[in-house]
């Protein structure tokens, strides 16, 4: 679904109208929210004229005397209005998404600036949210609120300021809403002056509605017609190409795996100095356990349906004939099998998470889900800007990083550094002998323990886990290598 925001600060005349239209038509938005648009009644042509065609439904909430309101606009062909719940400052729709037969809940929302007046609105969406059977949720629009105070420069901080953020944060939390990447300017607002931004205009949006957009981003636009920045939000998915290969923890949990990488490791022949051979080896190594993932390991959620399905079937057969001894034996190693697998998918969802397990629940809780689709969407590279243009495309932005870390890594002639007559610190000789002594078996194993297990010590993927658990079969190549 294409969502476009704005704040227009009064759309009345035709400037604001005409933008508004070529933003809609150029985006293809299926929905859009409009905040202050400081007029008392809409007109169906005026409508029609925004959307650039009949095929619009709106609904408008007039605020007091035009100030503080608000207009929600959708593409009929695209979303197909149910109902709607109207407040003083926002506009929850109901309806369904047709492309996707996905029923979702789009509010617009313009927030008062009075911390009062905040909270209370925050109650009131809170208390829609909570009655709804609705699970896909979008709340759009200017929340006169920030989560930090990076999030606002140039405005005097009132005492209000850090209840605020505590406030605004806690109904983000409250009701298990995640804020979209943004893409483009980090402000959304700009005073007129320039002396002071914000970035009070944001996109929530429900777990439930990641499941169904996982590539959803909100981006900045150009200020053209407002002092606020349009949101435009689109999920855009590009073919980044294989990925990486990552080991995973959970293949420890795999009867036999250990034996496998003993033996493997030993079938592979010496290749060049220490170093090398172990690079070569690891190389090798990576390659089985490819295949071995695909052909042994599996897609434990594909298996879990399947055991799930056979003891179903074999529960159904004793309800209506006794089991044989057999089929009894056969449902309790499938018990058996399940509960192995279950320890895989938590394990599977932790490592991906990279949250304290134990602490803050288990795979069972929303929390997970959101901190892995969270974690992926911050770690991942959005685009570049070449030229002044943005550019999402993988092929630019390889190029652009390649050239980036060319530009880095690439030695001049003159570095620019004299050290005439700087007196160093030296080192004494018992110091310099321990510096140059041969490392221990002990040491080399000590230093590998006090690595994170979840961190990966090079781009070959192997993490620190898998070297640990698989120390005994990788120890004399690894030892000799750093000797």
Known sequence: MIVVNLNIRGMGGSIKSRYLSHVIACEGA?????????????????????????RVGWLHNEGINGCGSLLSMWNVDAFSYSSHKMGKVFIAVFGIYLKTNCSCVM???????????????????????????EKVWCLCGDFNAVRSRSERKGIREGSAYSSEIIGFNSFIDA??????????????????????KSRIDRVLVSEEWFVRWPMSKQYVQRREVSDHCALVVKSVEKDWGPKPFRTIDAWFLERGFNEMVKEKWISYPRKGN?????????????????IWNKEVFGNVYTRKKEILQEIEDLDCMDCLNDLNEGDRLKRAALVSRLKENDKKIESLTC??????????????????????????????VKGVEVGGQWCE????????????????????KDFGVRLDEVEFKSLSQEDNESLITAFSE???????????????????????????????ALKDEVVQAMM
């Open 393 to 412: 495309e993988p092929c630019t932005v390889r190029s652009e990083a390649k050239k980036l870390f060319d530009s880095r890594f690439t030695a001049t």
């Open 175 to 196: 009701n298990l809403l995640l804020d979209l990447p943004i893409v483009g300017k980090s402000y959304t607002w700009f005073k007129s002056n320039g002396s002071a």
């Open 351 to 380: 490592q991906k998470a990279r949250a304290r397990w134990f602490k803050y629940g288990d795979s069972c809780t929303r929390f997970y889900h959101s901190s892995l689709r969270w974690r992926r969407l911050r770690n991942e």
């Open 442 to 472: 002990e040491e080399i194993r000590d230093a590998v323990w006090l690595c994170d297990g979840t961190k990966s010590a090079g781009p070959d993927g192997f993490n620190m886990n898998f070297i640990k658990e698989s120390w005994e």
């Open 274 to 290: 220490a170093m090398v051979n172990v690079k070569e080896k690891l190389k090798s190594l990576k390659g089985d356990l490819k």
């Open 30 to 54: 299926n929905f859009v929210c409009l905040q202050e648009t400081k007029l008392k009644e809409i007109t169906e042509a005026k409508c029609f004229f925004v959307w650039g065609n009949n």
């Open 107 to 133: 509010v617009n929302v313009y927030a008062a600036c009075t911390i009062n007046d905040k909270k209370i609105l925050w109650e009131e969406l809170s208390s829609v949210k909570s009655v709804s059977q």
